[in-house]
T-cell receptor, first 114, second 113 residues
Framework: NAGVTQTPKFRILKIGQSMTLQCAQDMNHNYMYWYRQDPGMGLKLIYYSVGAGITDKGEVPNGYNVSRSTTEYFPLRLELAAPSQTSVYFC?????????????FGSGTQLSVL | GNSVTQMEGPVTLSEEAFLTINCTYTATGYPSLFWYVQYPGEGLQLLLKATKADDKGSNKGFEATYRKETTSFHLEKGSVQVSDSAVYFCALSSTGTASKLTFGTGTRLQVTL
């Protein structure tokens, strides 16, 4: 059972570079999320999607873009990387949207922008 | 806005010791409360949850009770094992949101023999 798969696990970027963090889930979940976790802080929601073709901003969306062309994939795009985007990024998915829904997480991508 | 405050780690315990990780929250309405755990090299996974006041969530020997009067959801285990070494996250989900969680900072637990 693959669950939620994130790639890459680690990446170092130079300021101004761009990259895409990949996320795939094989559970046919409608809902997918991107969180970031800065050192000493809790996870914060960047973007989320309620289904293919539908995305919406979370708490900290600036500097990121997302797309959801299929149910399985939810890539996160960083344009013009900045040191403030140094963080650990987690992708997650869930079947439904009730407030007590269980989220399934990927193992994270550790990104450093230097 | 919503917020979750967890005790800072790391917490280091000997095997079979009693564990408490404190978690308090601020939220509007009646949130659901969760504990997620992240084992080394893995993603976060749900450990337990409680959806209303006085509910007790439990799993794998861990327990937490939803205390509305003290706005707390402390995680406890009577006898920890080395395999419990992980990072523990307290989180809440507010009424009406699409499973968008507010997380605490995480507490690292290290259990030694």
């Amino acid at each position: 059972n693959a669950g939620v798969t994130q790639t890459p696990k680690f990446r170092i970027l130079k300021i101004g570079q761009s990259m895409t963090l990949q996320c795939a889930q094989d559970m046919n979940h409608n809902y997918m999320y991107w969180y970031r976790q800065d050192p000493g802080m809790g996870l914060k929601l960047i973007y989320y999607s309620v289904g293919a073709g539908i995305t919406d901003k979370g708490e900290v969306p600036n500097g990121y873009n997302v797309s959801r062309s299929t149910t399985e994939y939810f890539p996160l795009r960083l344009e013009l990387a900045a040191p403030s985007q140094t963080s650990v990024y987690f992708c997650a998915s869930s079947y439904g949207t009730t407030t007590n829904e269980k989220l399934f997480f990927g193992s994270g991508t550790q990104l450093s922008v230097l | 806005g919503n917020s979750v405050t967890q005790m800072e780690g790391p917490v280091t315990l000997s095997e079979e010791a009693f564990l408490t990780i404190n978690c308090t929250y601020t939220a509007t309405g009646y949130p659901s409360l969760f504990w997620y755990v992240q084992y080394p090299g893995e993603g976060l996974q749900l450990l337990l949850k409680a959806t209303k006041a006085d509910d007790k969530g439990s799993n794998k020997g861990f327990e937490a009770t939803y205390r509305k009067e003290t706005t707390s959801f402390h995680l406890e285990k009577g006898s920890v094992q080395v395999s419990d070494s992980a990072v523990y996250f307290c989180a809440l989900s507010s009424t009406g949101t699409a499973s968008k969680l507010t997380f605490g900072t995480g507490t690292r637990l290290q259990v030694t023999l």
